[in-house]
């Protein structure tokens, strides 16, 4: 009997015997009887000796030998419990042999009894356990692979050593080299890879390598790309030593130039000619090179000075033979000078009145201060002349009338001499082109006047030959520009050319007008009242002090308006500036200092046509005879209409469209020869612009040429309108 077994009927024994006393052989025959008895247990799977891999079943059997009941039974593996205890039969449990290492192992089982908890084992079994390893994952990495050698963007020789770096995971099987995409050689199987390319057997140019690498599992990755340039030059030739020929065409030697000018040569070589380079003067004023024949330059001369100059052209071949030739020329650019005009007063000998009613009008700002006039139709004046060119110089009023004009006894114009402002010494009737011998041109008196006009006077002031070209620019126009606060400008009278004056009294204020021609007059007040003193600058230099003083001609105590202070002739026809300057000091009979400006009178090169010109066409919309402004000989032609257009051909090297700027014009369109020169020319201004340059071109072929002014209907946001004016044109030869 085991300890815990006699424990129990030690317990049973003293509970019965501590309530009462029993004698021991009365306590024995009422105690029920001990269970007696064994379990066998037998491992029947697997087989003692078996070899064993995976998971198997381990089945054991149970026998009872007496009374005794089986509780569980439990497996053991190697002695140790190998799960849970199994407490119903069929006893078995699953064992996953791979938990245990590859060899012998016992297995064995113990079963208790349900009541005492008696165990019984069975004996043991002895088995094999071979579980093969596992196999390793699949490799699935890719190598890696990259060109060593030659570098990216290099050029190669003859031949060239191709190395290529591999790596991989496990362990790269081998690399396989590629020119252009193609495979190039076997597949190099052991490292360093490299490979020899002979790049004589590839066209010279661009080529690529790149390389792949491969591993025993199949897995294989390309390298990057390498790009090289193969140059295997051929042979080289014989050296060429044969120099070109070469010729200057054009212009020819000791030939006058002018203007724009093609320059030409001929060359050739028993190679080839590379190019031709053209030097002006040995290349000290300049060259210029032509790589492809016809070998020719185009030569601006207006860059060059006047007079002698060399032109050498040097022909090259691709070995550096040169070859050379020269011509000498002479640039003569300068326009030959204009005559010039000569003044005959009114009172000159060359001048004879005939009819009624001629008398002396004097007045100071009149040319030579005074002129002859008359209101009786029929009178005449006529001046005789020789030239090719006249202007009638007279003026506009609103005591003016109607005069017809003579030339070599054939009428050629109705002048009407009206104007709402005063404009004296003004060109009223101009001719050009007249053959260079005498003429007469004579003047009539109609009696006739303008419907605004208050009397029919025709004023004869003085002729000028050959005729001037005269711009009468007001001082509220774009080229005036005043510095100072003090200026009052846009004083209103009639008798101010363009009806406004602009006037300071301040010390150092400063009106500085800026033009471009041969002369220049300065018009002002010169009287009683504004009696200012002022200096005069002609491009920066001192010219003079101007005393605007002169006593009233009458008791009225009036000024004399567009009087001359100041006149400079002869000038350059470039760009001067002509600067008035306020001194604040006065002549001491004066009332004021005030410096008076008032207008401008410009004197250019070249001839006017004006607007009235048969050389100029009209489309449909262009109103004529405006007199809105003091334009140029009284007229102008205006045009609101988009798409007018007005034509001017002319022959010359440059050209001026003399018009109007202001505040009500618009947006023009110029065309020279079919080609727009200036698409979108803005005539606005807030100020009265009339008998301005608006546009000039020069530099141009001496030959016939079409110039176009078209109305677009466009104009400046802040105009307040898109007048197009057509004044006049000058053109210089």
């Known amino acids: 009997m085991t300890k815990t077994m006699r424990r129990v009927w030690l317990a049973v024994w003293l509970t019965i015997f501590s309530a009462s006393w029993i004698p021991p052989r009365a306590l024995a025959q009422l ?15 697997p087989a003692s000796g078996s070899t064993v891999a995976g998971t198997v079943p381990v089945r054991a059997s149970v026998s009872i030998v007496g009374t005794l009941t089986v509780g569980s039974v439990q497996f053991k593996l190697d002695g140790a419990n190998l799960g849970a205890a199994d407490t119903s039969a069929p006893y078995s449990i699953s064992w996953n042999t791979a938990g245990a290492s590859n060899g012998s192992h016992t297995l064995s089982a113990v079963a208790r009894d349900g009541l005492l908890g008696l165990t019984f084992s069975s004996a043991p079994v002895t088995v094999t356990v071979n579980n093969a390893p596992p196999p390793p994952p699949p490799d699935t990495t890719r190598p890696t692979v990259s060109i060593t050698s030659p570098s990216n963007g290099a050029t190669v020789p003859a031949t060239v050593t191709i190395t290529a770096s591999a790596a991989d995971n496990v362990g790269v099987a081998g690399v396989q080299f590629r020119i252009d995409g193609a495979n190039f050689g076997a597949e190099d199987t052991t490292a360093p890879y490299s490979i020899s390319w002979n790049t004589t057997s590839a066209a010279n140019g661009s080529h690529t390598i790149d390389a792949i690498a491969r591993d025993a599992a199949g897995n294989s990755a390309p390298s990057a790309t390498v790009t090289v340039t193969v140059n295997n030059a051929p042979p080289p030739p014989p050296a060429d030593t044969t120099p070109p020929t070469v010729s200057i065409t054009s212009p020819a030697n000791g030939a006058t130039v002018k203007g724009t000018v093609s320059v030409s040569a001929n060359a050739s070589d028993n190679v080839g000619v590379v190019g031709v380079q053209f030097l002006l003067d040995g290349g000290s004023n300049g060259s210029a090179d032509a790589t492809t024949a016809p070998y020719s330059v185009s030569w601006n001369t207006a860059t060059a000075n006047d007079g002698s100059h060399t032109i050498t052209a040097i022909a090259r071949d691709a070995a550096g033979n040169t070859k050379s030739a020269l011509v000498t020329v002479t640039v003569s650019n300068a326009a030959p000078p204009a005559p ?3 003044r005959f007063e009114d009172t000159d000998p060359s001048v004879v009145y005939s009819g009624p009613g001629w008398r002396p009008d004097m007045y100071a700002a009149l040319s030579n201060g005074g002129a002859t006039d008359s209101d009786q139709a029929g009178a005449q004046a006529t001046f005789t002349f020789t030239g090719t060119s006249v202007s009638w110089i007279g003026g506009r009023w609103v005591e003016e009338g109607i005069a017809r004009v003579f030339l070599d006894g054939s009428f050629v114009a109705e002048v009407d001499t009206y104007s709402k402002t005063k404009e004296v010494q003004v060109p009223l009737f101009t001719a050009v082109g007249l053959a260079n011998t005498s003429h007469t041109l004579t003047i009539e008196v109609t009696g006739q006047k303008n419907v605004a006009s208050n009397l029919a006077f025709v004023l ?20 005036v520009t005043y510095t100072g606060s003090g200026w009052l400008q846009g004083v209103t009278g009639a008798e101010y050319s363009g009806g406004t004056a ?8 400063q009106a500085t007008f800026t033009f471009t021609g041969t002369g220049v007059r300065w018009l002002g007040d010169l009287g009683p009242d504004n009696g200012g003193i002022a200096r005069v600058f002609l491009d920066g230099a001192f010219m003079k002090e101007v005393n605007t003083y002169a006593p009233s001609p009458d008791a009225s105590h009036h000024a004399i308006f567009q009087a001359e202070h100041f006149k400079a002739t002869g000038l350059a026809d470039t760009s001067h500036t002509l600067t008035i300057e306020v001194t604040g000091r006065q002549d001491p009979a004066a ?3 005030t410096v008076v400006v008032d207008a401008f009178d410009v004197i250019t090169s070249g001839t006017r046509r004006e607007e009235t010109d048969p050389a100029i066409t009209y489309s449909a919309g262009w109103l004529g005879n405006n007199r809105d402004h003091p334009y140029s000989q ?34 023009a369109r110029v065309i020279l020869d079919g080609t727009v020169v200036a698409d979108s020319l803005d005539l606005y201004i807030p100020a009265e612009g009339p008998q301005e340059t608006v546009f000039a071109l020069s530099g ?11 109305v677009t209907g466009s104009k400046n ?5 898109i007048a197009v004016v057509v004044d006049a044109f000058d053109v210089s030869p």
């Open 591 to 593: 009332l004021r200092p």
């Open 460 to 479: 004869v002031d003085a002729f000028d030959v050959p005729a001037a070209t005269i711009s009468r620019l007001q001082e509220s126009g774009p080229s």
């Open 502 to 509: 602009a006037g300071s009294m301040t010390a150092g204020e």
């Open 700 to 710: 141009l072929a001496a030959t016939s040429h079409t110039l176009t002014i078209q």
């Open 634 to 667: 009284g007229t102008a032609a205006v045009s609101t209409l988009p798409g007018d257009q007005a034509t001017f051909n002319f022959t010359g090297t440059s050209v001026k469209w003399i018009g109007y700027r202001g505040p009500g014009a618009g947006i």
């Open 31 to 45: 105690l029920p009887p001990l269970p007696t008895g064994s379990l066998v247990v037998t491992i029947t799977s």
């Open 717 to 721: 946001l802040v105009s307040t309108g």
């Open 340 to 342: 010039q005009s000569r």
